[in-house]
């Protein structure tokens, strides 16, 4: 007999959340809408067209849904993860980053029978990563390169009076750790935190943040060495539609995520 749908609520229709809702509306086998937070309610049904679930605030999600995923600013991840954690549900964040700032949530989420599912985002090679963590890593770096238009704003770049206007040449902004490097940067750096999380963790893990306007794509790459293997691996991801800070591919591969949890075959580490 077939398994129930699981229910996914989703928090933050934006360029991540929009698109995640707006597949799970035009169906995934094993999956199902179930909730929105949002704060336009009627951006959202016409956004969502056909959905004729309820509307709650961020914290109510895990209160009927068996996965909450976070699409939110950076600064609301607490509102929708700690409580979804207590409801013993399976959280997917996006704002990835904030997990460094919120750690004690891991250990919350072993107490509750919680879990917490970080996708890989607009990064690649995880698998890669988590299957050489197995064995001994050496080191890992990143490399993030972004359209100066996608780093304009960040807590860094604000705080230490850097201009990106009209910037000819490559301006490295940050070098440093992953610990050190996000909280300049919680809109750009959450493939950075969830490389480190896959790894050898945010101290050793090692960053530069670029900001450069010979790039069209936020671009990516990583360098691992280990014991097992040395690989290098670089995504190019078109700025979204919506938020030039953010990939497309992350939302896919949010959807990814999703449908790993129901799918009788899965595939990769
Ligand atoms: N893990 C990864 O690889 C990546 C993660 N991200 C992160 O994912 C998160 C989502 O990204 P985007 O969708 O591009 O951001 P976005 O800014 O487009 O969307 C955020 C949405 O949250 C909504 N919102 C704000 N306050 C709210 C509230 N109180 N209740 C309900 N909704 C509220 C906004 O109206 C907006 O629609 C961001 O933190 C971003 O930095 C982005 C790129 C890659
Ligand atoms: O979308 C990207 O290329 C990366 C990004 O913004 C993030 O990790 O927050």
Do not use: Y
């Not at 090692?206 to 995504?235: C, K, Q, S, Y």
């Amino acid at each position: 007999m077939a398994e129930r749908e699981l229910t996914v609520g989703v928090a933050g229709l934006g360029g991540v959340g929009a698109r995640v809702a707006q597949a799970l509306l035009a169906g995934i086998p094993g999956l199902a809408l179930g909730a929105i937070s949002v704060r336009d309610g009627a951006r959202a049904r016409a956004l969502l067209a056909g959905f004729e679930g309820p509307i709650v605030a961020p914290e109510a999600l895990g209160e009927t849904c068996d996965i909450v995923l976070e699409g939110l600013p950076p600064a609301l991840f607490r509102t929708v993860a700690e409580p979804a954690l207590d409801q013993g549900r399976t959280f997917m964040p996006l704002s990835v980053g904030q997990l460094l700032e919120h750690w004690d949530l891991v250990e919350r989420a072993r107490e509750r029978g919680a879990r917490i599912l970080v996708p890989t985002g607009a990064l690649i090679g995880l698998d890669a990563v988590r299957a050489a963590r197995e064995g001994t890593i050496e080191s890992v770096s990143m490399v993030t390169r972004k359209p100066p238009a996608g780093l304009a704003g960040a807590p860094h770049v604000v705080a230490n009076g850097i201009s990106l206007d009209g910037l000819s040449e490559p301006l490295l902004l940050f070098s440093g750790s992953v610990r050190e490097g996000v909280p300049g940067f919680p809109a750009n750096l959450n493939v950075a935190a969830a490389l480190s999380l896959a790894g050898i963790g945010p101290d050793r893990t090692r960053l530069e943040v670029w900001a450069d306007p010979g790039v069209t794509r936020n671009t990516h790459t990583i360098e691992v060495e280990a014991d097992a293997a040395r690989f290098t691996m670089t995504i190019e991801n078109v700025p979204s539609e919506t938020n030039p800070r953010t990939g497309r591919i992350t939302a896919l591969s949010a959807i990814a995520a999703l449908r790993r949890l129901v799918d009788p075959l899965v595939v990769g580490t």
